[in-house]
């Protein structure tokens, strides 16, 4: 009798150590709660949310070579590369060479830690608004969503035109790395209005051996909120409805061009969201303009479903003698 007391004591002590054992692990686990945070404050100060659970929205932007995060209220540069955690990767080139193969055979590690990832329907909406095939007209994807995930700072580097910044991660080693763990609130409604595709790409545009000047800055997302706020204030409404002024009124502002002179600017690539003009001045100079309504800028839209035209890339091409 005392035997099997003994023994049934035991067993209790046994199993009520492995449910300890298990409510610590639970306990642990649920203790880490992802800390809200900006891309803005992330890429202000990198170190100081190194290997932290974070949590943040903003817009994702995915093409062959780039998969980064961003904020339009703070500059691109240093960007935020992401990638996915668990066993998917996102198919993104960080070097040399496409990955075809979109599945990791282990989970993915970085820095000794590991990344899991909660694959449900929010990912898979979010994963096929930024895979190929894309939507019509587009050469990369945007998409808004809230990503929790593990922030890598990096090194700290050296940019002869940015002083010190903080990379390692992502194409040429660009940027500091957010390795997605779950994707929250991706938006998964499609309007044809709207511009999905990345702003920044270069266009083949000029002939070989004439110069190409880029007219517009770099980073101008401030410049199209503003754009919107004119355009929503009666200042400027015709940038709802007009969009080759929004086109012959950047040339004049940039190329410093006499807006009367713009009369025959030229549509040469259509669709609902984005439309492509050129202008040509004799026989050594032509320009081009691509106009937009970008998906990012319905976020700042008093009413969504009015986002005006913006002009989002003008170049000049100079040819021959003109050029300089």
């Known amino acids: 009798m005392s035997s099997a007391l003994n023994q049934s004591t035991t067993i209790r002590r046994r199993l009520l150590r492995i449910i300890l054992i298990v409510l610590s692990t639970v306990t642990i686990a649920a203790a880490e709660e992802p800390l809200k945070v900006t891309a803005c404050q992330l890429k202000k100060d990198p170190p100081a949310y190194n290997h932290k659970l974070v949590e943040v929205t903003g817009f994702a932007t995915h093409a062959s070579h780039d998969f980064?995060?961003?904020?339009p209220n703070c500059p691109s540069f240093p960007a935020i590369w992401l990638e996915y955690g668990g066993t998917i990767n996102s198919g993104t080139v960080n070097c040399c060479k496409t990955i075809n193969d979109r599945h990791r055979s282990q989970e993915l590690v970085?820095?000794?830690i590991p990344v899991p990832l909660t694959v449900n329907q929010q990912f898979e909406d979010f994963d096929k608004a930024i895979?190929?095939?894309?939507?019509?007209?587009?050469?990369?994807?945007v998409e808004h969503a809230t990503l929790i995930g593990r922030f890598f700072a990096g090194q700290q580097m050296q940019d002869p035109d940015n002083g010190h910044y903080w990379g390692g991660y992502g194409y040429m080693g660009c940027c500091s790395m957010l390795a997605i763990q779950e994707v929250k609130d991706p938006d998964t409604?499609?309007?044809a209005d709207l511009d999905y595709g990345e702003s920044n790409e270069k266009l083949d545009f000029s002939p070989p051996g004439c110069t190409l000047r880029m007219l517009l800055p770099e980073e101008q997302d401030a410049a199209l909120m503003q754009a919107q706020h004119d355009a929503e204030s009666g200042a400027r409404d015709w940038a709802f409805t007009d969009p080759a002024r929004v086109a012959a009124e950047a040339l004049a502002h940039t190329a410093h061009i006499r807006a009367?002179?713009?009369a025959g600017i030229k549509l040469t690539h259509d669709s609902p969201a984005r439309k492509t003009y050129e202008w040509r001045a004799?026989?050594?100079?032509?320009?081009m303009v691509v106009v937009s309504r970008p998906y990012w800028?319905?976020?700042?839209?008093h009413d969504a479903k009015q986002v005006a035209w913006v002009a989002v890339i003008a170049y000049e091409s100079s040819c021959g003698a003109a050029t300089e």
């Open 68 to 71: 980064t995060f961003y904020d």
């Open 110 to 112: 970085i820095d000794n």
């Open 131 to 141: 895979q190929p095939p894309l939507r019509p007209g587009q050469s990369g994807a």
């Open 189 to 191: 409604h499609w309007r």
């Open 260 to 262: 009367d002179t713009l």
């Open 282 to 287: 004799g026989n050594s100079k032509s320009y």
């Open 297 to 301: 800028l319905s976020f700042y839209a």
